[in-house]
């Protein structure tokens, strides 16, 4: 059994910064892409940054410059950083990985809980 379980989340005001983080845990045999995504009240779910194994990251064109898509392949966690928060952005964020188990020969896309991000003053 393998999880994510992300933790960071919390109240801020607008201009402030979060730092969210992610650990993937159980039988990992690798991680390809881990992912941010976010999705606010009555929105869709979307993609806010990717991180490939290699460290080749991609981001929403609304956070770029602010945000920043980070990883540990020692410790299996992925972590982003969020600056200059807009109260728009408040959303639960979602971490996302493909991950192989050990015996396994394919990736299974998992996804954590959420976190909330609340940006208001």
């Known amino acids: 059994q393998v999880q994510l379980v992300e933790s960071g989340g919390g109240l801020v005001q607008p201009g402030g910064s979060l730092r969210l983080s992610c650990v993937a845990s159980?039988?990992?045999?690798?991680?390809?892409?881990m992912r941010w995504y976010r999705q606010a009240p009555g929105k869709q779910r979307e993609l806010v940054a990717v991180?490939?194994?290699?460290?080749?990251?991609n981001y929403l064109d609304s956070v770029k410059g602010r945000f920043t898509i980070s990883r540990d392949n020692a410790k299996n966690t992925v972590s982003l950083q969020m600056n200059s928060l807009k109260p728009d952005e408040t959303a639960v964020y979602y971490c996302?990985?493909?991950?192989?188990?050990?015996?396994?020969?394919?990736?299974?896309?998992?996804w954590g809980q959420g976190t909330q991000v609340t940006v208001s003053s």
């Open positions: 991180i490939g194994s290699g460290g080749d990251t």
């Open positions: 159980g039988s990992i045999a690798s991680i390809a892409a």
């Open positions: 996302n990985a493909d991950i192989r188990t050990t015996g396994g020969w394919r990736y299974s896309n998992i």
